[in-house]
């Protein structure tokens, strides 16, 4: 098995794929899959279960090996999961500051904190929070170091609807200001619409199609589309 280097990218680009391939056993689940992704660029990633999106991602962490093809990302990009995975026995801080190993860790964890509206609970212990302020600690924890590249697996699926709202304004805020690529694997297309600036469909191992978000936008008309694209009809009275 042979696995792609990885490089650094250059500046104005948060990561590069280009003719990936991923296969288990006879079956390709990444196909040739080419792909650019730039800095302060939101690009959501949709496509039916078992299509490879989550693969896509996992190898663009560093996470799986390829088959061929090349990658061109950060060595450790941030990753946030569905699960926030905090570790129980340090503080929100420590969390946050994990892998930092240098003074001044708790002054960054602090601002990294502050800046998703938890500044106040450095000390508090995660078994404290509720499903939406563990995410923040995730976000913090994964901004923190000011990533080129942040890459997003469904980390809004469990929380309820109001909450999913809040997350959705918080982390455009912050990649506004933070400016990394941004790559959101979800299978809400209403998520994908609000967040992205780029919509990709993937299909049969490849990329399918590749939307522009221009907006302001005509949201349903976007949906129908999508919906189209994914085999799932759209309702009309």
Not at 4 to 23: H, M, Q, W
Not at 31 to 45: K, M, T
Not at 56 to 85: C, K, M, W, Y
Not at 146 to 154: F, I, N, V
């Amino acid at each position: 098995m042979n696995v792609a280097p990885r490089a650094s990218a250059p500046l104005e680009t948060a990561a590069v794929v280009a003719g990936l391939v991923r296969a288990y056993g006879e079956r390709r689940v990444l196909d040739h899959v080419d792909l650019h992704i730039a800095r302060g660029e939101f690009v959501a990633l949709i496509g039916r279960s078992g299509c490879g999106k989550t693969t896509l991602l996992r190898a663009l962490a560093g996470l799986d090996s390829i088959q061929g093809g090349r990658i061109e990302a950060p060595r450790t990009p941030a990753v946030i999961f569905q699960e926030h995975r905090l570790l129980p026995w340090k503080s929100l801080w420590q969390n946050v500051a994990l892998g930092l190993g240098e003074p001044g860790a708790r002054d960054r964890a602090s601002a990294a904190l502050e800046e998703v509206g938890l500044g106040d609970r450095l000390d508090d212990w995660p078994r404290t929070l509720s499903g939406g302020q563990a995410q923040r600690v995730a976000l913090a924890r994964a901004l923190v170091r000011e990533p080129t590249l942040l890459l997003l697996d469904e980390p809004f699926a469990a929380l309820d609807a109001l909450t999913r709202i809040q997350m959705h304004r918080l982390i455009k805020r912050l990649v506004a200001k933070h400016r990394p690529g941004v790559l959101l694997v979800t299978h809400d297309v209403d998520e994908a619409i609000n967040l992205a600036d780029r919509i990709l469909i993937m299909r049969g191992g490849g990329l399918a199609r590749d939307l522009a978000v221009t907006r302001p936008i005509d949201a349903a008309d976007l949906r129908a589309e999508l919906l189209s694209e994914l085999g799932v009809g759209v309702e009309t009275d």
